[in-house]
């Protein structure tokens, strides 16, 4: 896969395992509590910026899309701070059986008529 995605360099692509967003949240909470305890950041410095500094996919932006499958209609535990704005698209049918046409039909409703305002 590496080399067949070597010139793709407009997505990227994130695969978490044995991953949970609630204890995300409690180490970046931690760590910006030691830094307080340490006097290394003034409590009122916590803004929304520094909490995703502390968070895991610190080195990507937040999902604009997230695809959920297997006929779920939850986000269960993934990605809670990070999907407050995503769009988000439920399949009837596990990862496995997904084709082609379905993440084109996703990716053309997005593209169509969706308006982002990120809770403006």
Not at 29 to 41: C, M, P, Q
Request: aromatic share 8%.
């Amino acid at each position: 896969m590496v080399d067949e995605t070597r010139n793709c360099t407009g997505l990227t692509m994130n695969i978490c395992l044995s991953y949970g967003s609630r204890g995300e949240i409690v180490e970046a909470t931690k760590s910006i509590a030691k830094d307080i305890e340490k006097r290394a950041i003034d409590i009122n410095s916590i803004d929304e910026e520094l909490f995703q500094s502390r968070l895991l996919t610190c080195h990507s932006g937040d999902p604009d899309v997230l695809i959920r499958t297997s006929g779920e209609v939850r986000i269960s535990n993934f990605l809670l701070w990070q999907l407050a704005y995503s769009e988000m698209f439920f399949l009837d049918k596990p990862w496995p059986a997904v084709e082609k046409e379905d993440l084109l039909r996703v990716i053309r409703t997005y593209a169509k008529g969706r308006i982002r305002r990120f809770g403006k």
